[in-house]
């Protein structure tokens, strides 16, 4: 069955800090999708990014970066020189297509990140 | 990008009552999605309305407690049912479009 784990329930960094936010996932798909969400205090959720089970590139966004390793079935986050804007709370999240090619999507249960002035 | 309104922002309902939150979409889109957020917790999807069909229900949700409309490609409607305080919740409804999925503001619902 589909499963995420985000194992990191909160996390607190001082600002300009690197930090680094897990995701481990289960599925039997070969084909699937992994997404990273920010929900910020104001509630709503911002996509980040989304990367297909076959893409196994290293991504870097600004200070943004995702680590996909199907052979860890893992797929980090890593926030480079922290800024209090980013405290928010981040989901990791999977889809597979379904037999009528609906997508179903699996949210992490997510960690909350403090970063501190 | 696909930009999503919610009706309404926010409601306060008695027990035993319905709400139905609306979802407009600014494209035409296949697949809309409801989820629901309880406090602190995750995201767990209720269902998929696809335009022209009925909604496909994830285990523990169920027609006569969360029925949906899916009248176009632009707009979907949840009606949460004879509400009880478990249901305080906020809903967000979700489409996919070119690859990415987009998210509204969510409706955050109080039950009493």
């Known amino acids: 069955a589909q499963k995420v784990t985000q194992a990191q329930t909160e996390i607190s960094v001082v600002e300009k800090e690197d930090v680094t936010l897990d995701c481990v996932y289960e599925t039997r798909d070969t084909t699937y999708y992994l997404f990273w969400y920010k929900q910020p205090p104001s509630g709503e959720l911002v996509f980040l990014i989304r990367?297909?089970?076959?893409?196994?590139q290293n991504e870097i966004s600004g200070r943004y970066s995702w680590n996909f390793q199907k052979s860890t079935s893992s797929f980090n986050f890593t926030i480079t020189a922290s800024q209090v804007v980013d405290s928010a709370v981040y989901f990791c999240a999977l889809s597979e297509a379904g037999i009528s090619g609906t997508y179903k999507y699996i949210f992490g249960t997510g960690t909350r990140l403090k970063v501190l002035a | 990008s696909a930009v999503i309104s919610q009706k309404p922002s926010r409601d306060i309902c008695q027990r035993g009552t319905s709400l139905t939150i609306q979802c407009q979409v600014d494209s035409q889109v296949t697949m809309m999605f409801w989820y629901r957020q309880q406090p602190g917790q995750s995201l767990t999807l209720i269902a998929t309305?696809?335009?022209?069909?009925?909604?496909?229900?994830e285990s523990g949700f169920v027609i006569d407690k969360f029925p949906i409309s899916r009248p176009n490609l632009t707009f979907s409607t949840l009606t949460v049912s004879n509400m009880s305080p478990e249901d305080s919740s906020i809903y967000l409804c979700?489409?996919?479009?070119?690859?990415?999925?987009?998210f509204g503001p969510g409706t955050r619902l109080t039950v009493l």
């Open positions: 990367r297909n089970s076959f893409d196994e």
């Open positions: 979700s489409v996919e479009h070119y690859n990415e999925q987009f």
């Open positions: 309305a696809n335009q022209g069909s009925e909604a496909t229900y």
